[in-house]
């Protein structure tokens, strides 16, 4: 945990170098401040006139915070395998942590020092061309930071001390936070992607896939195996993030909404589904898994909703996701709060099963700890976990990069999030891929999981253009 202090930046900042000195190594100033109203996305478009490539974007699916990164003070990054990923990042997040100097009024979270990032869903699925650039785990400590907070706005200048003294001086920082801040004052704008057209990476091998999975569900082996697919979607012009945030933004008001910005890639999504929320000592999760479509008319989405409930293939397989979670969360979370019966989350383009998860664990511990237990849940890995990810990495043929694994914050404080990275895609130029995938358990029919695949694949196709309602 960090120490606030209320002195002057300037002092601050001589103390940050001295303390650099010292201990030979980089020291971190963080200073957070209130500011008036900005526009989520202007922030973010502004900050791509100076830091495109090194952004971020976090929107939490309850609309209680936003976070905007531009720019980047220092990365905690991990090519570690399994857990030791997860445990590495923080052991060097705690001791940067323990050195930084903060200049704030009060520990308001979400704001100073911050980790933002990814991890990928498989560890020991080898990186493929498309996701290079992304680590096992990579965290950004922004160099500027836009935190909303309810109404209330902060900004937070990161900048890192080194030994030698080189790196920007504290006034090239406040220099550079006022243009940001000027610019971030206009609206956002964004070029048009052009021309789309989409196609289906190896279609009819996932449906076989599905059913070879069935059969050997059927022998009682294993339980469920999630299996995901992708497609390409190619424009005529560059596709940006700005764009496709926007779209996201008005079109995904239920959903996690990220952007993660890597060495000319994005990572990028709308999901529903939170990992883990730790809030002070509160530890928030959720078990969702089991899909029907929505209806066209109240009354057959009502319809729908109830045959979902009672769907015993969709209860089953939404009922390993809760034991799964349960016993996860067991060791380190006291009073532990899961409903007996899920109910319905209703999204624009699919309802699901959803039960909510509820508990409380020492303020000290880490979010890591829980990510690292918690992930990958049944929800997109499967039962047995390790015998799942085997078959997941021998019938899916593709690197799900960090779809499916968690994205998300955590700050000095002890507060952060992380959400189940789905319903996402990577922008690359000209073109992106997007991800999708199923539970699939013994009763798993090929077409209607394909189906579920397709009505998975339409928030990210409606964000980059496509012309579906
Ligand atoms: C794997 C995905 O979604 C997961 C699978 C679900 C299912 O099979 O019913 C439902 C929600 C998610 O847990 C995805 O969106 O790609
Ligand atoms: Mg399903």
Not at 398 to 417: H, I, K, Q, S, T
Request: proline share 5%; with cysteine; glycine share 8%.
């Amino acid at each position: 945990m960090v120490t606030i202090q209320k002195t002057n930046i300037d002092q601050a900042y001589d103390a940050a170098l001295v303390k650099a000195q010292q201990i030979n190594h980089p020291v971190l100033l963080s200073m957070v401040e209130e500011t008036g109203v900005l526009d989520p996305l202007s922030f973010y478009h502004a900050g791509g006139r100076v830091f495109k490539g090194e952004r971020f974007l976090w929107k939490d699916r309850d609309q209680t915070i936003s976070l905007i990164g531009a720019g980047s003070s220092y990365d905690l990054s991990s090519s570690m395998k399994e857990g030791e990923r997860f445990f590495a990042i923080e052991k060097e997040w705690k001791r940067f942590i323990s050195d930084a100097v903060v200049v704030s009024r009060e520990e308001w979270p979400g704001t100073g020092p911050l980790a933002f990032g990814g991890f990928r869903f498989d560890s020991a699925n080898p990186v493929s061309e498309e996701w290079t650039g992304f680590n096992e785990g990579s965290l950004r400590i922004p160099r500027y930071m836009l935190t909303k907070a309810g109404e209330a706005n902060y900004l937070t200048v990161n900048v890192v001390c080194l030994p030698d003294g080189s790196g920007p001086s504290l006034q090239q920082c406040l220099k550079e936070r006022d243009r940001l801040l000027m610019m971030a004052s206009e609206p956002a704008s964004h070029e048009d992607p052009g021309e789309m057209s989409a196609e289906d990476i190896r279609p009819l091998e996932w449906k076989q896939s599905v059913r070879n999975v069935v059969d050997r569900l059927k022998t009682g082996e294993m339980e469920k195996v999630v299996l995901a697919r992708k497609t390409k979607v190619s424009f005529s012009d560059e596709v940006t993030s700005d764009f496709v945030l926007d779209n996201l933004w008005k079109q995904q008001p239920d959903s996690f909404i990220f952007s993660f910005e890597q060495e000319g890639s994005c990572f990028i999504g709308a999901t529903p589904e939170r990992l883990v929320k730790k809030d002070g000592e509160e530890i928030l999760s959720t078990c969702l898994a089991g899909s029907i479509a929505r209806g066209r008319d109240l009354e057959e989405d009502e319809e729908l909703g109830r045959e979902l409930l009672d769907d015993e293939k969709n209860r089953y397989e939404h009922q390993l996701v809760v034991d799964s979670i349960r016993q996860a969360l067991s060791d380190d979370c006291k009073r532990l709060s899961i409903p007996d019966e899920p109910q319905l989350m209703k999204l624009k383009d699919i309802q699901h099963l959803y039960t909510p998860v509820k508990g409380t664990a020492p303020a000290g511990l880490s979010i890591l700890t829980l990510v690292e237990k918690l992930h990958p849940t049944p929800a997109l890995g499967g039962v047995p976990r390790k015998e799942a990810m085997q078959v997941i990495r021998e019938e899916e043929q593709m690197d799900r990069g960090l779809y499916a694994g968690p994205v998300g914050w955590m700050d000095a404080y002890g507060n952060g999030e992380y959400a189940v990275a789905l319903r996402s895609g990577l922008l690359k130029g000209d073109h992106a891929f997007i991800y999708a995938g199923c539970g699939i358990v013994a009763h798993s029919d090929p077409d209607s999981e394909f189906k579920e695949t397709q009505m998975k694949f339409r928030p990210m196709q409606r964000a980059l253009g496509g012309n579906l309602i």
